[in-house]
């Protein structure tokens, strides 16, 4: 069984900087593909940033401002956030697939592990 819990949201003024943190405890982030994820209400869940031992990958909203980052000793993975706009406005979510799985893709669909969320607000 593994449990993810997301820490870290808030809120922060338009280009602020938040860095959450996901605690996966028992489990090595090492044996997974993991990433960060967010949604709107009302809208589809976007991929936001994966990592394994082979690749990170970000998408375009978040390249260059993002960066996802793992401590397979400390059973974590965060997210630093920076150049934040209303538009980031969300709840965060980190999610984990078995490495097993043979994929690392920034598809929500492929992840079998999730949190329960923790919202970021961006203020203007």
């Known amino acids: 069984q593994v449990r993810l819990t997301e820490s870290g949201g808030g809120s922060v003024q338009s280009g602020g900087s938040l860095r959450l943190s996901c605690a996966a405890p028992?489990?090595?982030?090492?044996?997974?593909?993991a990433g960060w994820f967010r949604q709107i209400p009302g809208k589809a869940r976007e991929a936001l940033a994966t990592?394994?031992?082979?690749?990170?990958m970000y998408a375009d909203s978040v390249q260059g401002r993002f960066t996802i980052s793992r401590d397979n000793a400390k059973n974590t993975l965060d997210l630093q956030m920076n150049s934040l706009n209303p538009e980031d406005t969300a709840m965060y979510y980190c999610?984990?697939?078995?490495?097993?799985?043979?994929?690392?893709?920034?598809?929500?669909?492929?992840?079998?592990?999730w949190g329960q969320g923790t919202q970021v607000t961006v203020s203007s």
């Open positions: 999610a984990a697939v078995s490495a097993a799985a043979g994929h690392c893709m920034l598809l929500p669909g492929d992840y079998t592990y």
């Open positions: 028992g489990v090595s982030f090492g044996a997974y593909c």
């Open positions: 990592v394994d031992g082979r690749a990170i």
